[in-house]
């Protein structure tokens, strides 16, 4: 198994974007206020690199904004500022996130010459009344193609996924997960929507006219996403914003906020295995479930939320969970 990677972020809020999109506020979402400069980019590559053991891989990422958008001197600038880094083989490689609309071959051939081994693609939705809606200001048309292309120069691809924009629903949803799946990308990370403040969502849905994506809509919906998503062997790297205390502290007004959003949903799906596999066994009404190592509070759920919907659905006497070692692919068994 390699080494566990060490991320070194670097928020670019909002530069290179001069797009709208209805839910977004990059500033509060990054906690940053500053747009990110060559001196930002050393700084931060700088001190955390005192925390990295020397042998251990460091990854330079630039998350929010669309890096491809900005104008290429500006991105130069910010590439630039990593190479030293990546010389001395401090810095492995570099990761980014864009807007499909803003890639194409001479980017692509720019972003390989100064080691950029990922790119994160803000697909968010493969509906184009849900994308026109949003205010994304690109089409699904646009995703598969910055997808292919991404692929077939040999970068990692990511893509991201929104849940509860406006328009959507659980078909569309479903079809997206699908559409993208079929792209074949690296990872995926979901991000059910959240209500920001100061944002045209937020004016919407005070106004009634945006119904609110709540948690429990997107760990109920966010469960068969991760099915699908794991059933083709691409992992879910990320499940809902990062919590920070700008979000907890109310800059989340409403929608899917929730720290551990990504446990409550792999919970879940765990939930639903269990539900299939006891409703076809024959049991005598005490059940013992086997999942893999560090799996057992996911199949429990918190103060076991699973086990007492389990006995409750399927009125069990007693339902355990133990650790077992289970075959590649399968996350929960029924032990005999
Ligand atoms: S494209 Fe990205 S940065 Fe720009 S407004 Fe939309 S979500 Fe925000």
Known sequence: MSPKRFIIPVFIPHLGCHNDCVFCNQRKISGELKPATAKTVKAAVEEALKKIPEDRPAELAFYGGSFTAIPEHEQTELLEAAQPFIESGRVGEIRLSTRPDAVDLHCLERLKSYGVKTIEL???????????????????????????????????????????????????????????????????????????????????????????????????????????????????????????????GGEAAGGAYHPALGELVRSEFYLNLARELISTSKHGGEIVLGVN????????GQKRRNINALMQEFNLKSVIVRETELPAGKFVIILQ
């Not at 991404?150 to 990692?156: A, T, V």
């Not at 190592?293 to 429990?300: A, E």
Request: proline share 4%; with cysteine.
């Open 122 to 248: 803000g697909a968010q939705s493969m509906d184009e009344g849900v994308l026109k809606a949003s205010g994304r200001g690109h089409t699904a048309a646009d995703t598969e193609c910055a997808s292919r292309l991404i692929k077939e120069h040999g970068f990692n691809l990511i893509l991201q996924m929104m849940t509860g924009l406006p328009g959507d629903t659980e078909e569309k949803a479903m079809e997206t997960v699908r559409k993208l799946a079929s792209l074949s990308p690296d990872g995926v990370r979901v991000y059910p929507t959240v209500i920001l403040r100061d944002t045209a969502l937020y004016n919407l849905w005070k106004a009634g006219r945006y119904r609110e994506h709540t948690v429990e809509d997107a760990v109920r919906l966010g469960a068969k996403l991760y099915e699908i998503f794991t059933g083709a062997g691409i992992p879910v790297i990320r499940f809902g914003l990062n919590p920070s205390d700008e979000l907890s």
């Open 293 to 300: 190592r560090g799996c057992v509070s996911l199949m429990t």
